[in-house]
C-alpha cells in the first residue's frame, strides 16, 4: 500500500478558499503515518466549533460558512478527513475501517483542540462525530446535526444499496459530478472542479470508493456495536443539540427524528426541515445552518 500525497498544484486557484492550510502528523498504525490538512480560521482564544464533513467531500465543503462563524466570534477547525481533500491518501480501499477512521479523527482532536468545542456534522461527519460524541459528551458544548445519523444495523435501502454498489465499482466515479447531483444549488464549472481536485487519478479515491461500504446499515456489519455503546452517551446528551435537514436529501431527509426525538439536548430545540436543501447542506443553505450553530452556542453560553 501506498500514501499518496495530492499534487498541490491541484488546488491552485480554487475559487473562495482564501484559507491558510495546516498540517499534523497522524499515526495510521500498522508503523504507517500520513499528513492531515485541517483549517484553523479565527482567534484561537475564541470558542471553537468544529466542522466535520463527509463523502466524497472535502473542506471546500464549509468555505460558506466558515466566514460567517468567524464574524460571530468562533474559532473555525475543519479538517480534511485521511483520504479527502490535501490530506494524505492510503490507496488500498480495504485498509479504510470505520474504527480507524474514528480513531484518527480522534488523534487531530486531541492534538489541535483538546478543550470542549461545538460541534456541526453532515453525512460520514456525523457517523465520526456522533460517535465520539457519544463516546466523549463532556467534550462537547453543542451539536447541529444535518442530514446525519449514526446507524446500527436494521435494513437497507434499495437507493443506498444503488449508491453503496455505484461507489464500489462504477468506472465513472467523478467525484465533482457527485456533488453536483447531491445538491439543489448549481455549482459553476469552478466549484465541480474544486471537489473533483484531491482527487486526480483512481488511486487517490480509495477512500472515498470505500466509505459507503462502510456504513453499518446491515445487521452484523462492523461497528453496530461501537454505535450502540455511543448511542448510550449521545442518548443522555444534554447540551444544545440541534437537527437541520434538507428537505431534498433523498437519503437522510427523513432521518431527523431519529435523533430530535432520542437526544436529551434535542428536547425543544427549534428544529427545521430546510426547503431547496439537498444531501450537501452546506452548499444550499450555510446561512441557515450558520445561524443554527450561533443560537446553540449562545444557548450553550459558549458564546456572546
Known sequence: MQILRTPAERFTGIPDYPFAENWIEIDLGNGMSALQHYLDEGPKDAPPVLLFHGEPSWSYLYRKMIPLLV???????????IGFGKSDKPDDPAFYTYARHTAWLKQWRDAVVPQPAGLFCQDWGSLLGLRIVGQEPERFTFVVASNATLPTGGK????????????????????????????????????????????P????????????QLVPVEDGMDGI??????????????????????????????????LSERIAGAKGQPHAMLSKCGHFSQEDRPRELADGIIAMARKAGVLG
Open 71 to 81: 464574524d460571530a466570534g468562533f474559532r473555525v477547525l475543519a479538517p480534511d478527513l
Open 156 to 199: 437497507v435501502s434499495d437507493g443506498f444499496l444503488a449508491w453503496r454498489a455505484f461507489a464500489k465499482s462504477s468506472p465513472d466515479f467523478v467525484i465533482g459530478d457527485i456533488l453536483q447531483r447531491a445538491t439543489q444549488t448549481e455549482l459553476s464549472d469552478a466549484e465541480v472542479a474544486a471537489y473533483n481536485a484531491p482527487f
Open 201 to 212: 487519478d483512481e488511486p487517490s479515491k480509495a477512500g472515498a470508493r470505500a466509505f459507503p
Open 225 to 258: 456495536e461501537d454505535n450502540l455503546v455511543a448511542w448510550k452517551g449521545l442518548e443522555a446528551f444534554d447540551r444544545p443539540f440541534l437537527t437541520l435537514f434538507g428537505e431534498d436529501d433523498p437519503v437522510l431527509g427523513m432521518a431527523a427524528p431519529l
